[in-house]
């Protein structure tokens, strides 16, 4: 018998070596040259640098920046194609009647908030210049200050911000849910463009609102801001209103006018551009509303001092 050997002491009993019994074996003490290898790779293997983390961050940061950028690139050359279409040709239709109810629901429901809040600015603009004024005795600047201070740059910089987080998360939040509810598969299969019949109307309707909730907000800042001036610093109405008209140029109009303009159509095409890749059911239009409110205010924010920078190389101050 292999591996056996038998007892002159056991009367002809066999007894086995330990090696023979597979129940007692033990692994081998000694480990082979490629799993010392192995050990010593996975033991060495450290965590990523602080610096690696930073540029991976960085990197991912930069791309995503670039993919938002060439995503709304290529969203708002699709809509403009549609509403030059649809002004070019009366069989193309871009949805009448879906331009009016997103007028209403983003235009006229946005009325009083913007009120509001246009009044507040211009309130805090008079109160605030009085004090520095008064000491060079030009308090009755406040309103010169004020009219071109809010037709030129608060009036459509905050109104642009107040319809983000009024309009912009709705509308980001309505396409989002159409996506997660497979409602813009369906369009297609019915061979339905969801860019002409769910993201154009909503682009002319909020680039309508934000022209025309502007004049609204500069017309309520400068009457709040006199009401203050006039009442309590001490101003005379004639003078108030004088000066308004006085300092307040056409081009300080269309520049703010145009400033709307852009601003309602960066709004839009960021909210449609969020809802529209919306992923990951309630998680993803959680997401989409709150990517919207910020990419909208950051890219808002910059286009103002690109448009201050141009401005004033053009001489257009």
């Known amino acids: 018998m292999s591996g056996c050997f038998r007892s002159s002491r056991s009367h002809g009993s066999t007894a086995c070596s330990r090696s023979s019994r597979p129940w007692t074996r033990h692994w081998p ?58 002004m070019a040709d009366s069989d193309v239709r871009i949805g009448r009647a879906a331009i009016v109810s997103q007028l209403v629901r983003v235009g006229v429901k946005s009325i009083g908030i913007i009120l509001l ?36 740059e608060m009036g459509p910089l905050i109104a642009a911000i107040v319809l983000t987080g ?25 061979a339905l463009n969801p860019i002409r019949f769910l993201v154009v109307p909503r682009v002319i309707a909020t680039i309508i609102s934000l022209f025309l909730l502007t004049i609204l907000g500069d017309v309520m800042a400068v009457f709040a801001s006199g009401l203050i001036t006039v ?14 008209i006085e300092q307040l140029k056409m081009s300080d109009f269309l520049t703010g006018l145009l400033k709307a303009a852009t601003f309602g159509t960066l709004l839009s095409a960021i909210a449609c551009y969020n809802g529209l890749k919306v992923t990951g059911g309630a998680a993803g239009v959680g997401k989409a509303t709150t990517d919207t409110v910020v990419q909208t205010v950051v890219l808002i924010i910059v286009a103002d001092m690109v448009f201050g920078v141009v401005f004033l190389k053009l001489g257009w101050t």
Not at 66 to 76: C, S
Not at 231 to 244: A, G, H, K, M, R
């Open 29 to 86: 003490t000694e480990r082979t040259a490629k799993e010392r290898t192995m050990n010593k790779a996975i033991t060495d293997t450290s965590p990523p640098s602080t610096l690696i983390r930073a540029l991976d961050r960085w990197g991912g940061m930069w791309n995503a920046v670039f993919a938002l950028f060439g995503g709304l690139w290529l969203l708002l050359i699709e809509v403009f194609t549609w509403i030059t279409r649809g």
């Open 117 to 152: 809040v246009s009044g507040c600015i211009g309130l805090i603009l008079a109160i605030s210049m009085q004090p520095p004024l008064a000491e060079l005795g030009q308090q009755n600047k406040i309103a010169n200050i004020v009219a071109v201070g809010v037709f030129r």
């Open 166 to 190: 009024f309009a912009g998360a709705a509308i980001a939040a309505e396409i989002g849910t159409m996506v997660v509810g497979e409602e813009i598969e369906a369009l297609e299969t019915h």
């Open 231 to 244: 009442n309590f610093l001490d101003v005379p109405q004639e003078v108030y209103i004088s000066n308004t």
